[in-house]
């Protein structure tokens, strides 16, 4: 089940404005670093304990029960203007969920602060704007504040006192003022993003920091984003393989797991993997492997279309998404759908799948844990919706990938054979009326007799009334001599189709 998780935070800004400076206080003053009364290592994050607002003043109300106090973790990652961060961008992931921008009240927004605004904006981070070194304009602070805004919305960032999004908060890193409002405000931020994840799950993550040690070999900082770590578990970074021998949280603590949010450092890997790296890929190889499979079924067959096992929560929400799906397969014709039902995603689902070489697509249904299995060993696809688009995009990125391996062919067109007439001793043009997309003279077509593929071939020879013509397109009569000939009736369809 999805929990709330502690929100991960990065800090970004031009050169001097003061990033290490803040990560250093917050990371001395914060009470989570103390905890382990440890030596808090650099491993590229660390992570600190906020209390609530209003827990505060509960607090101070009834000391003598501070344990009714809840507080909040922040996970730091302290590498200012991280390289991961960029790398991720370009992966479609983010590392961070809440970005800080420090912008030094003196210098004003400079050409890393306007590249770091453009790096938040692509990467859909909420983004939090943090005035620094405030202790250095104690008289005009006001005015500087007020330049300050105006180039911060020069670069398009809403700020919230002019009804926008972005909070702004003054501080000085130096004397610590105005940083546990900071800490405040990332708490709010975090909270009204709803950053969640399931613990339950294995873990997803990314690697910050990765490097060779001399003694206990290569080493590697993950920040789990999702699911939880596991002493013994098998892993894969990019393309760094192990068995975690050890786990170590950045007080230098071992661990047995590393849950959401956690920045741990990672011991047992065989090779040193690359900053950006993605823990969770074997997922990713499994869904590949799984492709894979579905590949050497659709070569196997005689039809090649993507054959498509539906589960879904209700009826109503079936026929939705068959309707939905028929239109994609209006233009592209290359969905079969072989089976449609209610219900969680269950064993037989699963051996019929791997039968008929067909992807398990399910809706507001759960997969049962011994069909998951079942599905791993048979290398069978299954994906599971709550959004109807979600699944659409996915299904079309499947056929996708299946059309540019060339194991899909989409239909281009149709045509019905409404006449017959002989063409010297053995050959007869079929006279045809186009009714779906286009025909073309040279592409490959087959003849469907009563929904029965019976034949394959090509277009030699296309006409119109008398004209030889490249194409005709739906709604027109036309000619057509096939090479090599084959047998057909009247009422049987030509369809064209083509492989890339
Ligand atoms: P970074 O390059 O953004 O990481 O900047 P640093 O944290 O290294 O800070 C650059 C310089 O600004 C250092 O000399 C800091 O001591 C100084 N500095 C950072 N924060 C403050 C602040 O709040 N007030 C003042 N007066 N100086 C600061």
New binding site residues.
């Given amino acids: 089940m999805n929990e709330t998780r502690p929100p991960i935070v990065t800090i970004l800004?031009?050169?001097?404005?003061?990033?290490?400076?803040?990560?250093?206080f917050i990371r001395k003053s914060a009470v989570a670093s103390k905890e382990h009364g440890g030596i808090t290592q650099h491993i590229g994050a660390y992570q600190i304990r906020v209390q609530n607002i209003e827990d505060k003043g509960q607090k101070s109300r009834k000391s003598h029960e501070s344990k009714s106090v809840t507080s909040n973790l922040i996970t730091f990652i302290d590498t200012?203007g991280h390289a991961a961060f960029e790398k991720m961008r370009s992966r479609g992931a983010k590392v961070a969920d809440i970005a800080v921008l420090?912008v030094?009240i003196d210098d004003g927004v400079m050409p890393q602060t306007v590249e770091a605004i453009k790096h938040i904006q692509e990467a859909k981070v909420p983004l939090i704007v943090a005035v620094?070194?405030?202790?250095?304009f104690e008289i005009d602070k006001k005015i500087q504040l007020a330049k300050l805004k105006k180039q911060l919305s020069d670069q398009k960032i809403n700020l919230e006192e002019y009804g926008g999004d972005v909070p702004l908060v003054p501080?000085?890193?130096?004397?610590g003022e105005g940083v546990d409002k900071l800490l405040e405000t990332i708490n709010l931020v975090a909270e009204l993003s709803e950053i969640k994840s399931d613990p339950a799950l294995p873990a997803a993550g990314v690697v910050i920091e990765a490097n060779l040690d001399k003694f206990k070999g290569p080493i590697a900082t993950v920040l789990i984003r999702d699911g939880t770590l596991k002493k013994g578990d098998q892993i894969m970074l990019g393309g760094a393989k192990g068995k975690i021998r050890g786990l170590f949280d950045f007080n230098g603590k071992a661990l047995d797991t590393a849950g959401p949010s956690t920045p741990v450092e990672v011991l047992g890997l065989k090779t040193v993997p690359s900053v950006g790296a993605i823990l969770g890929e074997l997922a990713e190889v499994k869904e590949a492997e799984a492709i894979q499979s579905l590949v050497d079924k659709l070569k196997q067959g005689s039809t090649k279309t993507l054959k498509v096992l539906i589960k879904a929560d209700k009826q109503g929400s079936l026929e939705a998404i068959q309707a939905s799906l028929d239109k994609l397969n209006e233009d592209k014709q290359v969905i079969d759908f072989k089976f449609s039902g209610t219900g969680d995603i269950g064993d037989k689902n699963i051996k019929l799948a791997s039968t008929i070489g067909a992807i398990v697509v399910g809706f507001n249904v759960k997969v049962v844990p011994t069909a998951a299995k079942l599905a791993e060993t048979e290398h069978v696809l299954i994906r599971t919706y709550n959004i109807i688009y979600e699944l659409l995009d996915d299904i079309e990125e499947v056929v996708q990938t299946l059309l540019e391996v060339g194991q899909l062919e989409e239909v281009t067109g149709k045509a019905n054979i409404i006449a017959e007439f002989p063409h010297g001793k053995i050959e007869k043009i079929a006279g045809c009326r186009t009714i779906e997309g286009m025909i073309a003279k040279g592409q490959r077509i087959r003849i469907v007799h009563e929904g029965k593929i019976i034949g394959e071939t090509k277009i030699k020879s296309l006409k119109k009334v008398k004209e030889e013509v490249n194409k005709v397109e739906k709604g027109n009569d036309c000619g057509m001599l096939f090479d090599p000939p084959v047998d057909f009736v009247i009422g049987d369809i030509v369809e064209s189709f083509r492989v890339i």
């Fill in positions: 800004g031009h050169v001097d404005h003061g990033k290490t400076t803040l990560l250093d200012p420090v030094a620094n070194k405030i202790d250095l501080i000085s890193a130096k004397t």
